[in-house]
């Protein structure tokens, strides 16, 4: 089995080569997983601990060595327990060489697919890490092996979907175009043509919070990414949607148990 134990950097993708990766311990700014989804395929690879998952409201748990596959457009959520776990996000357009490979990854991996000890994401993972030389050929060729794999695997592997979850992505891309403005209940409500009791029941349903809860969570992972690039705290708070420096700092101390500074002390080497 690979060792990964020694990696904590976050890798970025470029514009020719458009795979991430992500490795994510306790120190990550978005170590809790807020709900959210992507127009991109990602792979979550546990390296230990437990990471509990919300996939279109289906829960998974997700131990040591074992991963999803998640199509684009899955909302997706995440609760890890000393866990330490890995995204690796690439773009549709990896598949782009044939129109009949685009047209197969479109339309028959439609559903997240879990998988336990696949040797292909540890290789993808560790090359993706070591960025030896021509790494990026052995990346993308045995994403495309993976996807192979992943069509003819059984049935079984699948998580059903919930087409009804559709319904509530408007509101949270609303959310994180305007998480630095005043935004109100009737506001998401409106974006999702519901009525705001409704659409307050219905998010809570599916997000296991509620309107305001996610806002606040949203608006604290965007202010320790902030602090973390070197930001002030003032300028931090005002960037996202704080207008009262002290409650700011309230809010931070009861999401992360640090104050802002001690946050950014702390991790300023993540």
Not at 39 to 58: A, D, F, M, R, W
Not at 169 to 186: D, F, G, Q, V
Request: charged share 20%; hydrophobic share 35%.
């Amino acid at each position: 089995m690979n060792d990964f134990s020694n990696y904590e950097s976050i890798r970025r993708g470029t514009p020719d080569f458009q795979v991430e990766l992500y490795d994510v311990t306790n120190k990550h700014p978005r170590y809790h997983m807020q709900h959210h989804w992507q127009n991109s395929y990602e792979i979550i690879y546990v390296v230990h601990g437990t990471l509990t998952l919300l996939l279109n409201n289906k829960k998974i748990v997700l131990h040591q060595s074992e991963a999803v596959f998640i199509p684009d457009g899955v909302i997706h959520g995440g609760t890890p327990t000393n866990c330490r776990y890995i995204c690796v996000v690439f773009s549709s357009s990896i598949f782009s060489a044939t129109q009949k490979s685009r047209l197969i990854t479109k339309t028959r991996i439609r559903q997240p697919i879990l998988l336990k000890n696949e040797p292909l994401i540890k290789t993808i993972i560790q090359d993706m890490m070591e960025k030896s030389d021509g790494y990026q050929l052995s990346v993308i060729g045995n994403i495309y092996i993976l996807t192979h794999k992943l069509l003819t695997m059984c049935l079984d592997n699948k998580i059903s979907t919930n087409i009804k979850i559709e319904k509530i992505k408007p509101a949270m891309a609303y959310i994180e175009r305007n998480y630095s403005k005043n935004i109100t209940l009737s506001d998401l409500a409106k974006e999702c043509s519901m009525s705001p009791n409704y659409f307050c029941r219905f998010f809570k349903s599916i997000t296991n919070e509620t309107p305001i809860g996610f806002i606040i969570r949203y608006r604290i992972e965007m202010a320790c990414e902030f602090l973390l690039s070197g930001m002030s705290i003032t300028d931090t708070a005002y960037s996202c949607g704080f207008n009262d420096i002290s409650y700011f700092i309230n809010v931070f101390k009861q999401r992360t148990n640090l104050s802002p500074k001690k946050y950014q002390m702390q991790n300023s080497q993540y």
